[in-house]
């Protein structure tokens, strides 16, 4: 077995868990014949992803409790045990309606990944960036709609991703950093220098690094040089190699070392076969073939089909160290989202834990150290 702890690997190593806690972690042979010993592979910090708008065919804006718990329940099968719903741009209002229905919901989910709380793409983002989203309810963050959002998820609102550009952003940034919800930069135009301010005010991270965003320029190095250089900024990172390539998602790693997370951006159509599902109330398609993420009628990319295990071998796939890979997909986005507890193998962790096999797929997997997915044919001495 292998184990990771502390961004290390062990091997072999073993890891003692007590009460849904992790009480050890050592190198070696265990002092005792194990509980569960797994034949190959390796026993990883369970993944947590800060950007899932849905998967399994569920949309969370739009989804009802049967969805959501469809989706908690599921996510282990990708190695994910701690995720952030996403809900894309919407009218405020709306925006309002799906923070109180969460705030409900996320307390009563059944067993499966832990909802860290809910992610706000949008709605104050660039109409100049706007991606997949609904150009038509963009709004300018003013303090009356921020307001109403941080009231509404009060206790649920953790992530908002805003471009720092409009007019009002660098008091919406200082209100909701000042109320404890992490602002990220993201469907941006921004230069280098309101990305720079942005940071000033609070803001921690960059969604989806490269994509939607002004780019790198040797004169004007944009939301991408700011992001890459100051070290106040953590970037998510879709790596599916369709929206950032392998040489630019190595680049990333190697000009930002420790500030670089992976993220899914699943959409419905995640876990899904090829066809039509829905991002933001329209309709997005999932063409045939591995990996190949979801576009709109116009040939916009719309969110992702990644599985956070595929996005580690991915990573590695890239040339990125098989540690520091592991790490993009838990100890940074734990720590980004202030969950020191998740996100890896180590003593007083929470025992969420992701078994995978050689090719670093999902074989198995722990949440508070009981069992919430084992692949079939894996099953057998795990529990």
């Known amino acids: 077995m292998t184990a990771d702890a502390g961004d290390r690997i062990l091997a072999p190593g073993y890891v003692a868990v007590a009460g849904g806690v992790i009480t050890a972690v050592a190198q070696g042979s265990p002092p005792r014949p194990p509980d569960i010993a797994l034949p190959a592979g390796m026993l990883l910090p369970g993944f947590v992803d800060l950007q899932v708008n849905g998967y399994f065919g569920e949309e969370f804006l739009s989804a009802g409790a049967d969805g959501w718990a469809r989706v908690a329940g599921r996510l282990p099968q990708t190695g994910t045990t701690a995720f952030l719903p996403t809900f894309v741009t919407a009218p405020p209002g709306v925006l309002a309606a799906g923070l109180r229905a969460a705030a409900a919901l996320i307390p009563a989910l059944p067993a499966g990944a832990r909802a860290l709380g809910v992610h706000l793409e949008g709605p104050f983002i660039s109409p100049a960036r706007k991606g997949a989203h609904n150009e038509a309810w963009i709004?300018?963050?003013?303090?009356?709609?921020v307001a109403e959002l941080l009231e509404a998820g009060r206790g649920v609102l953790r992530l908002v991703t805003l471009a720092p550009e409009r007019d009002g952003a660098m008091a919406a940034i200082a209100s909701l950093t000042d109320a404890g919800v992490l602002v990220s930069v993201g469907h941006s135009d921004a230069t280098a220098r309101q990305v720079a301010e942005a940071a000033d005010h609070g803001a921690r991270m960059v969604t989806h690094l490269f994509n939607a965003q002004r780019p790198l320029h040797h004169r004007e190095p944009g939301?991408?040089?700011?992001?890459?250089?100051?070290e106040r900024l953590t970037?998510?990172?879709?790596?599916d190699l369709r929206h950032v390539s392998a040489p630019v998602c190595l680049l990333a790693f190697r000009a930002a070392p420790g500030r670089i997370c992976a993220v899914t951006d699943a959409a419905a159509c995640a876990g899904m076969p090829p066809g039509s599902y829905k991002l933001g109330g329209e309709l997005i398609e999932l063409p045939p073939g591995d990996g190949e993420p979801p576009v709109r009628a116009d040939g916009t990319l719309a969110g992702s089909g990644l599985r956070?295990?595929?996005?580690?071998a991915n990573m590695v796939a890239a040339g990125i160290g098989l540690a520091e890979a592991v790490a993009a997909a838990t100890r940074i986005p734990?720590?980004?989202i202030g969950r020191p507890d998740l996100g890896r193998i180590a003593a007083g962790a929470a025992a969420d834990l992701a078994w995978v096999g050689d090719d670093l797929r999902t074989r198995a997997?722990?949440?508070?150290g009981e069992l919430v997915y084992a692949q079939p044919g894996a099953d057998g001495g795990l529990r």
């Open 139 to 145: 709004t300018e963050p003013s303090a009356a709609a």
């Open 334 to 336: 734990a720590d980004l």
């Open 223 to 230: 939301v991408v040089g700011q992001a890459l250089t100051d």
């Open 365 to 368: 997997a722990w949440i508070d």
């Open 308 to 312: 956070m295990d595929a996005a580690v």
């Open 235 to 239: 970037s998510g990172l879709i790596v």
